[in-house]
T-cell receptor, first 109, second 114 residues
């Protein structure tokens, strides 16, 4: 089973700051998911990436397959970015995902 | 595309009662997953279906849990003789085909067993 570690567990920052959330995993993978979960439970898929970098608006995700590490960056952070960000990789069942515990991000105005 | 729909959003039940949750995936998605999430933890895989076939069940899924997807469309997750430890958010997700397809999650069903 793939082990997924996220850091930090909790992060509080001021509006406008550049945010970085890290994810490390133990077993080589073909793709990694970044997910966003708002209070109330709904989960939204942000990125699925297998190499290099992807960008969507103010969100940037990078992955280093050799180092088994991925980062999620938020530029010009805003209070509406406050959520739990979860990293997930294959390996939680024959075809299920193993999820990290999430990073609880709070952006203060 | 109306997204993945889960019902009910919240369920409060007394210990020992049976509960059933429903998930309606995105219509063309043939893969459907159930996850369970407790406070402060990431989701944990429970089971998944490809069309109507249940292809994998986690060891987390005790004999009291059963899931079905009878026609390869909606799915139900039933918990019999609920216990307080079953209290959690139950999440459903669907995808188009393989694990490397994006997952689309429902808003979950929050179960509280009193």
């Amino acid at each position: 089973k793939n082990e997924v570690e996220q850091s930090p567990q909790n992060l509080t920052a001021q509006e406008g700051e550049f945010i970085t959330i890290n994810c490390s995993y133990s077993v080589g993978i073909s793709a990694l998911h970044w997910l966003q979960q708002h209070p109330g439970g709904g989960i939204v898929s942000l990125f699925m990436l297998s190499s290099g970098k992807k960008k969507h608006g103010r969100l940037i995700a990078t992955i280093n397959i050799q180092e088994k590490h991925s980062s999620l960056h938020i530029t010009a952070s805003h209070p509406r970015d406050s959520a739990v960000y979860i990293c997930a990789v294959p390996g939680g069942g024959a075809d299920g995902l193993t999820f990290g515990k999430g990073t609880h991000l709070i952006i203060q105005p | 595309d109306t997204g993945v729909s889960q019902n009910p959003r919240h369920k409060i039940t007394k210990r020992g009662q049976n509960v059933t949750f429903r998930c309606d995936p995105i219509s063309e998605h043939n893969r459907l997953y159930w996850y369970r999430q407790t406070l402060g933890q990431g989701p944990e895989f429970l089971t998944y279906f490809q069309n109507e076939a249940q292809l994998e069940k986690s060891r987390l899924l005790s004999d009291r849990f059963s899931a079905e997807r009878p026609k390869g469309s909606f799915s139900t997750l039933e918990i019999q003789r609920t216990e307080q430890g079953d209290s959690a958010m139950y999440l459903c997700a669907s995808s188009l085909r393989a694990i490397n397809s994006p997952l689309h999650f429902g808003n979950g069903t929050r179960l509280t067993v009193t």
